[in-house]
């Protein structure tokens, strides 16, 4: 599916012309630089059956049995507010369709009948996958997380948080792992049960957009595409719990983050971004002080050398200005006004 808002089979063996043409409106733009569509599914285990969001709803087709102004096979609601991911489970009987405050929805594709609604999101859902044995499903989010549900009693599992709008999500092949990519160009692979982070695959340069494991024994081989033009093969098998990556994570950030820098010393870290200023433990990760006062969108933030008594901020909402506070007691020294209204996006100390 793509920009011309049609959804296309095309019999590679056979001709170079698409046996299948239908429409599909389920498209989006990010940013006005790119269209996405997250609206296409083949039923397994021989796709028979396409499926493809269109106008608020998901249409299914026998696309071998197509004929043009014949109409779907079935058609399911889907989510009127934005574009509609699907997804068939292993085995073909369940169709997923995603949707934000409305909810995922699991339909039997025989009946027509809603076999199961999950819970809704505050966020649209960008992409939908089911485990391999189809008793779990993977969504994954604007809000910048991806959830796991139960697809027999519709609990939350688990669940994992990226530092920006997740578009693709894959389970592996033994349904131990779940992989997840986006807006932050990082791949991240975590335990699908425990929600624990495994991996993180850094390497892009542009948005990841989609993800797919090896269909392998072993499994652990994971191609990941990105806006940068790139596809990325990557060793996917997961670290031991007393391995890591990273030494520490901090989740209590409440929004997108768009800077940060450690104290003269390298006992603090400061992060910057739409949910203020806060000052970190760097050994702990615990949170000594935050500016209450500062919560707009902020683009910088730097720590004054050699003894790291200021922090400065470079704020870009409301009225422009560069702020600097005192690092002990997180009080306003003084700020900067700004330059005929222009945001500041940068700020730094000699």
């Known amino acids: 599916a793509g920009a011309d808002r049609l959804v296309k089979v095309w019999d590679l063996t056979a001709t170079d012309q698409p046996v299948f043409t239908e429409k599909c409106d389920a498209i989006r733009t990010l940013g006005g630089a790119y269209t996405v569509a997250y609206t296409v599914a083949f039923s397994p285990p021989h796709g028979r059956l396409v499926a493809a969001g269109n106008d608020g709803d998901v249409n299914v087709w026998d696309w071998k049995k197509w004929k043009k102004g014949g109409g779907p096979l079935r058609t399911f609601s889907g989510d009127t507010s934005h574009s509609i991911p699907v997804a068939f489970s292993p085995d073909g009987r369940i169709l997923a369709a995603g949707g ?22 505050s966020f649209p859902v960008n992409a939908l996958a089911f485990s391999p044995d189809g008793g779990r499903l993977a ?35 033994n349904g131990r792992l779940v992989a997840s990519a986006g807006e932050d160009k990082t791949v991240r692979v975590w335990d699908a049960t425990t929600g624990r982070e495994v991996l993180g695959l850094r390497g892009h340069a542009e948005v990841c957009t989609c993800l797919a494991f090896s269909p392998d024994p072993d499994g652990w081989r994971l191609a990941s595409a990105s806006g940068d033009g790139t596809i990325c093969i990557w060793d996917a098998t997961p670290v031991r719990e007393n391995e890591g990556q990273e030494r ?103």
């Open 248 to 350: 520490l994570t901090f989740e209590k950030h409440n929004d997108e983050i768009r800077s940060v820098t450690f104290s003269p010393d390298g006992q603090e870290i400061v992060s910057a971004g739409h949910g203020g200023l806060e000052v970190w433990n760097a050994a702990t990760g615990q949170v000594r002080l935050n500016y209450p006062a500062h919560k707009v969108l902020t683009w910088s933030v730097a720590w004054q050398p050699p003894d790291g008594r200021r922090i400065a901020s470079a704020r870009g909402g409301g009225a422009p200005r560069v702020k600097v506070w005192d690092a002990v007691n997180g009080r306003e020294v003084f700020e900067l006004p700004s330059r005929a209204g222009m945001p500041y996006f940068t700020v730094a100390f000699s």
């Open 100 to 121: 934000g405050r409305e909810g995922q929805r699991l339909w039997d594709v025989e009946t027509g009948d809603l076999f199961r609604p999950l819970p809704g999101r």
């Open 139 to 173: 969504s994954a989010g604007l809000d910048r997380m991806v959830y796991v549900h139960g697809t027999t009693t519709g609990e939350r599992l688990s669940k994992v948080i990226h530092s920006g709008n997740v578009l693709c999500v894959a389970f592996s092949r």
